[in-house]
């Protein structure tokens, strides 16, 4: 059986897991003890798993394997962050960063290739939507950062967060995203708490009413304009499921879930969304439910007409949310010295890697919207 056809054991949970060691005529405690060598001790050889025996070893080497991303390249910055990037198959390469920060680690991957929502101040949005990443794919990030940074879940931790704010909408690939969270939030997995598992959405109402069933994560929503004719220009999902639609959903999944958090992503851009009279008009919203603001100064990309804006602008538009009781952070850069902003890396490598083959450029999906 060639590697293509083995199915790849980062693709299960412990539910899905348990049942294909149940077809093969194993009790289920023995993928208890897979799921703790592959996450916990980052191991992809079945010969190594001494605690399983030799003709379960042997039939899991015919038929599975554990196979996670290809790393084409890996970054780290003076700053402590680091930033691969993952092939996939046919050229298709993801970027994922891990962003060290006071006693935390942060780490953001993907849940897609592409993206094909259009939002007109995002990289990704410029290369347009290639496929759904795999749940093994989207596992497979995790275990690749987990290996290289020796995270050890019950005793080193170094990956204290994972949040799905890369490349792509993670509700639209919303089975994959789910299974590959419960791994993440598994104590035989990586162990993080639900509330340190965030999923960022555009704001696909009737998803995150299904997502309040069936999965208790921390929700962060990409608002980015306080009102719907702004929003719709910067997120044209927001024609389909406007401001007043998308806080109620958000309202909802708080009220099913609430030992996790909501916060509201708000990309600050120069003289579009940065005004006093737009940081009170956000005020007015987040009153409607218990939420925190994150704003994300913008960060140019080649052919974006948008700019940053200048930092007492930044700080003053926070100070309004501030001082009317709203929590608001402001998101620093990381990672500049590595190209870790969003679709730097991949453009500079994979651009890099063309000149030297002589190859056309192909279909270049862009990376990581927030994530630096």
């Given at each position: 059986m060639?590697?293509?056809?083995?199915?790849?054991?980062?693709?299960f949970?412990?539910?899905?897991?348990?049942?294909?060691?149940?077809?093969?005529?194993?009790?289920?405690?023995r993928?208890?003890?897979?799921?703790?060598w592959?996450?916990?001790?980052?191991e992809?050889d079945?010969a190594?798993?001494?605690?399983?025996?030799?003709?379960?070893?042997?039939?899991?080497?015919?038929?599975?394997?554990?196979?996670?991303?290809?790393?084409l390249f890996?970054g780290?910055?003076?700053?402590?962050?680091?930033?691969?990037?993952?092939?996939?198959?046919?050229?298709?390469?993801?970027?994922?960063v891990f962003?060290?920060d006071?006693?935390r680690g942060t780490l953001?991957?993907?849940s897609?290739?592409?993206?094909?929502?259009?939002?007109?101040?995002?990289?990704?949005?410029?290369?347009?939507?290639n496929?759904?990443?795999?749940?093994?794919e989207?596992?497979?990030?995790?275990f690749?950062?987990?290996r290289k940074?020796?995270?050890?879940?019950?005793?080193?931790?170094?990956?204290t967060?994972?949040?799905?704010?890369?490349?792509?909408?993670?509700?639209?690939?919303?089975?994959?995203?789910?299974?590959?969270?419960?791994?993440?939030?598994d104590?035989?997995?990586?162990?993080?708490?639900?509330k340190?598992?965030?999923?960022?959405t555009?704001?696909l109402?009737?998803?995150?009413d299904r997502?309040?069933?069936?999965?208790d994560?921390?929700?962060?929503?990409?608002?980015h304009?306080?009102?719907?004719?702004?929003r719709?220009?910067?997120?044209?999902l927001?024609?389909k499921?406007?401001?007043?639609?998308?806080?109620a959903?958000?309202?909802?999944?708080a009220?099913?879930?609430?030992?996790?958090s909501?916060?509201?992503?708000?990309?600050l851009?120069?003289?579009v969304?940065?005004?006093p009279e737009?940081?009170?008009?956000?005020?007015?919203?987040?009153?409607?439910l218990p939420?925190k603001v994150?704003?994300?100064?913008f960060?140019p990309?080649?052919?974006?007409?948008?700019q940053r804006?200048?930092e007492e602008?930044?700080?003053?538009f926070?100070?309004?949310?501030l001082?009317?009781?709203?929590?608001t952070?402001v998101?620093?850069?990381?990672?500049?010295d590595?190209?870790a902003?969003?679709g730097q890396?991949?453009?500079?490598?994979?651009?890099?890697?063309?000149r030297s083959?002589?190859?056309r450029?192909?279909h270049?999906?862009?990376?990581?919207?927030h994530?630096?």
């Open positions: 060639g590697a293509s056809e083995r199915i790849n054991l980062l693709d949970d412990r539910a899905g897991l348990e049942a294909f060691v149940a077809d093969l005529g194993e009790p289920k405690f993928a208890h003890q897979l799921m703790k592959i996450h916990h001790r980052h992809t079945f190594a798993m001494s605690d399983l025996g030799k003709s379960l070893r042997a039939r899991l080497a015919e038929i599975a394997q554990v196979r996670p991303p290809e790393v890996e780290v910055s003076s700053d402590g962050t680091r930033k691969w990037l993952l092939g996939m198959d046919a050229g298709n390469a993801v970027e994922t962003i060290p006071r006693g953001c991957v993907s897609q290739v592409g993206c094909g929502l259009n939002c007109s101040f995002c990289a990704t949005a410029r290369q347009g939507f496929r759904n990443l795999s749940a093994a989207i596992v497979g990030q995790v690749i950062a987990a940074l020796g995270n050890l879940p019950h005793r080193e931790r170094r990956i967060n994972v949040v799905l704010m890369g490349m792509g909408e993670p509700l639209l690939n919303f089975d994959n995203v789910v299974r590959a969270m419960n791994v993440m939030r104590d035989l997995g990586y162990g993080l708490a639900n340190r598992v965030t999923l960022s555009a704001g109402v009737p998803m995150i997502l309040a069933e069936v999965c994560v921390s929700l962060a929503v990409s608002l304009a306080p009102d719907d004719e702004l719709s220009r910067l997120v044209p927001n024609r499921y406007p401001i007043d639609e998308l806080l959903a958000c309202a909802r999944y009220r099913a879930r609430p030992r996790s909501v916060t509201f992503e708000y990309t851009i120069r003289g969304n940065d005004a737009q940081a009170r008009a956000l005020v007015k919203l987040m009153r409607r939420s994150n704003l994300i100064p960060n990309f080649p052919g974006t007409e948008f804006p200048e602008r930044i700080r003053a926070q100070k309004i949310l001082d009317a009781g709203i929590l952070t998101r620093r850069t990381r990672g500049e590595i190209d902003a969003c890396l991949r453009g500079r490598v994979l651009d890099r890697t063309r083959s002589g190859r450029p192909e270049q999906p862009a990376t990581l919207e994530a630096a």
